[in-house]
């Protein structure tokens, strides 16, 4: 088993910077970097400092102009407490070198960030295999920096990566790893396969969504269990499912592993067996967070990872999760019932026409509008029932 370093008992300080790139807005980039900012928070670094950059693509040594470098170094020494700067692009091995030698400071894209949050956060074995087979093939390409990079001493965001004590240089030893661990996460992968086929004849529905939009509280309430459950991005990585039945109709419900932009590649490809489950489920429960600004860009991203996994075309009931504080951002206080009333009902007709009628806005936290769901997924569930198994649906009226 690779030794990991332990996590600094201290929150490090960090800057992010974004690159304002072609068919990109200032203002876009922004709230990219709100979402970078959260994910710092999650894997425990405090954002003290924001830089941006328009160009037309990145520079190829440096990935930033050797200006804003500057800028951003002399910041750095002002202030002379930053651990770390994190980019919300993916940065090459030969970018990192070049940035740390300019910096003085630890450097880390958001894929390496993403990595380090699955890292602290997997707790099984499938979880831990998965996370390690993708943090080695973030480091493949990489080798001639990243090692350096990990090796570093204090540890802290963006080191929970593999090989710290001894630093394996060899090419051919990363990919005998990358192989060992593969040929693990098969097994793993096939102890899983047996474990959903012997679910019996149940209609399966699962939770999909974008990181973070409230997928487990809405678990925990039409199942009635405890699933881990907070306002951090990725709380859980592992799938959980559970048989619920509403009003004698069983089915099994699962929760999956919250989507993202710019999701790393390899991790799509480490968490197969656990995006199995959405590929094998029989209705999806897309959650959106209603009360995001870009949720409109969310739900897109979920709806594209979901045509990447051959999943899109699926029976989908959209879940517009959060309404309570959608309508505190919306309303002031001196706003109309009758005119508010009006903004309710123009969002859920256009939403109605764009989901054709499947979807229902809730929120969670308050139990609002939990029946009408409640009913929505019975009926479909019925229907499928009638459709897969019909011999078994008569029992369940």
């Known amino acids: 088993m690779i030794e990991k370093k332990k996590i600094v008992n201290r929150e490090e300080k960090a800057v992010l910077v974004g690159l304002v790139q072609k068919g990109q807005t200032e203002q876009q980039v922004v709230e990219y970097l709100d979402e970078l900012a959260f994910l710092a928070e999650t894997a425990g670094a405090l954002t ?20 804003k470098l500057e800028e951003i170094k002399n910041y750095l020494i002002s202030k002379g407490d930053i651990n770390m700067v994190v980019f919300d692009d993916e940065l090459t091995g030969s970018q990192i070198i070049n940035i740390e030698k300019l ?14 949050i699955f890292a602290a956060r997997a707790k099984t074995a499938q979880a831990k295999t998965q996370v390690e087979l993708a943090q080695y093939q973030y480091i493949l390409p990489r080798l001639k920096g990243m090692w350096k990079h990990l090796e570093r001493q204090g540890g802290g965001v963006g080191t929970r990566g593999p090989g710290e004590t001894e630093i394996e240089t060899d090419r051919r030893i990363v990919k005998d790893k990358i ?25 399966r529905v699962a939770l999909v969504g974008y990181t973070n939009v409230g997928k487990s509280t809405l678990m925990n309430i039409l199942s009635k269990s405890e699933v881990f459950a907070e306002n951090k991005l990725f709380a859980t990585l592992d799938t959980t499912t559970r ?3 509403f009003e004698q109709t069983p089915f099994l419900l699962s929760d999956t592993v919250g989507f993202i932009r710019k999701l ?16 094998e489920a029989d209705i999806l429960l897309h959650v959106v967070d209603i009360s995001h600004p870009r949720y409109e860009e969310q739900w897109e991203v979920v709806n594209k990872t979901l ?51 499947n979807c229902v806005f809730v929120s969670a936290t308050e139990r ?27 029992f369940f009226y």
């Not at 910096?103 to 380090?116: F, M």
């Not at 109309?336 to 256009?350: C, P």
């Open 48 to 67: 003290v400092k924001r830089f941006t950059q328009k160009m037309l693509h990145p520079d190829s040594k440096t990935f930033l102009g050797k200006g």
């Open 103 to 116: 910096l003085g400071v630890k450097i880390i894209d958001r894929s390496d960030l993403i990595l380090d």
């Open 179 to 203: 192989a060992l661990l593969r040929k693990r996460l098969s097994e793993i992968d096939k102890q899983a396969f047996t474990q959903r086929k012997e679910r019996g004849e149940f209609i």
């Open 243 to 245: 048989k619920v039945v």
């Open 264 to 279: 790393p590649h390899h991790l799509v490809e480490s968490f197969k067996s656990t995006l199995d489950e959405v590929r």
């Open 307 to 357: 045509a990447e996994l051959k999943a899109g075309e699926k029976p989908t009931i959209t879940i517009f999760n959060k309404m309570d504080r959608y309508e505190a951002i919306t309303f002031d206080e001196w706003l109309e019932e009758e005119v508010k009333q009006d903004i309710l009902r123009e969002l859920r007709e256009r939403w109605q026409e764009e989901t054709k009628g």
């Open 368 to 394: 609002r509008n939990l029946d009408v769901l409640r009913q929505t997924i019975l009926n479909r569930v019925r229907e499928l029932y009638q459709i897969r198994y019909p011999y078994k649906a008569e």
